[in-house]
């Protein structure tokens, strides 16, 4: 009998985020409270809760915008301080904001290399055109032209156009806030696949999200905050009671009432034999 070779166990992906015991404080407000987060390479961890859980304080934490009260951050296994946005992107650390921060009146290049110049004293356009058309290609963007406005583009194409140009500097790390925001269905669809070739280009992704139904589309785990607290980490397949009993803090709502009438309803009543 042939002896069959062993199996070769995955190989465990990078961690490039941890976060242990995060807290912020304005003042005598606590935004944040023990917080802790883990990010590896290849994987979209899905950060949700409800208005005022702290999912922006966490995000400008981590963008240098805001510095912490207390706790401690690693990034690729080395422990940081992000005093600054500057610190953020020099470490490794990309963020997408949700108002996306272009200038309508310019072109797809010119958005992309804003600020990050080839030659600032004598610009380079066509290196320039050339390594936005390799971004581009890489995430498989559907943008016509790198030389028409970006007031010209639909939402989906600018989404795109504001993560190529976050991929520019080569970061470990892309933190995207509500990307899906404001979205028709099939600009929705561009934007999630986008989010899965950046993760298949083995980057750390956190994305920001009211949207159930895109979290579960791309998210490898969605972590819930609630009231600046950790309450939750999940499976993309958790049903809608868990997450919504999680963002709410709630085991009777709305929705846990629904799946318990459904669950009622599909169960047959037994009737006495006459």
């Excluded at 409800?50 to 966490?58: C, F």
């Excluded at 470990?172 to 925001?181: M, R």
């Excluded at 099939?186 to 139904?213: C, F, P, W, Y």
């Excluded at 939750?232 to 919504?244: C, H, I, K, R, T």
């Amino acid at each position: 009998m042939t002896a069959q070779p062993l199996q070769q166990p995955a190989p465990a992906r990078e961690l490039v985020l941890s976060l242990s015991g995060v807290s912020k404080r304005f003042g005598a407000v606590a935004a944040l409270t023990d917080i802790d987060l883990d990010v590896h390479a290849g994987e979209v961890v899905a950060l949700v809760g409800d208005n005022g859980a702290g999912k922006s304080t966490l995000v400008k934490i981590l963008s240098g915008v805001h510095q912490p009260t207390a706790g401690t951050m690693t990034f690729c296994g080395q422990p940081v301080s992000l005093a600054d946005p500057g610190a953020s992107l020099a470490l490794g650390i990309a963020t997408v904001f949700q108002d996306l921060a272009l200038c309508e009146n310019l072109d797809v290049v010119a958005n992309i290399f804003l600020g990050k110049e080839l030659n600032p004293l004598q610009l380079d356009e066509v290196s320039m055109e050339v390594k936005a058309w390799k971004l581009l290609n890489e995430l498989s963007a559907r943008i016509p032209s790198v030389r028409i406005p970006v007031a010209s583009l639909s939402g989906g194409q600018r989404q795109t156009v504001a993560i190529a140009r976050s991929l520019l500097m080569e970061p470990k790390l892309i933190l995207l806030d509500e990307p899906t925001a404001a979205l028709g269905v099939a600009q929705t669809a561009e934007v999630l696949d986008l989010i899965e070739r950046v993760r298949d280009k083995g980057l750390g992704v956190v994305m920001i999200s009211h949207n159930m139904e895109d979290v579960r589309a791309v998210a490898d785990r969605i972590v819930v905050l609630r009231l600046g607290k950790n309450n939750g980490v999940f499976a993309p397949d958790a049903s809608n009671q868990e997450l919504v009993s999680a963002i709410t803090g709630a085991s009777d709502n709305s929705v846990s009432r629904r799946s318990h009438r459904r669950q009622s309803q599909s169960t047959p009543t037994e009737h006495a034999q006459a």
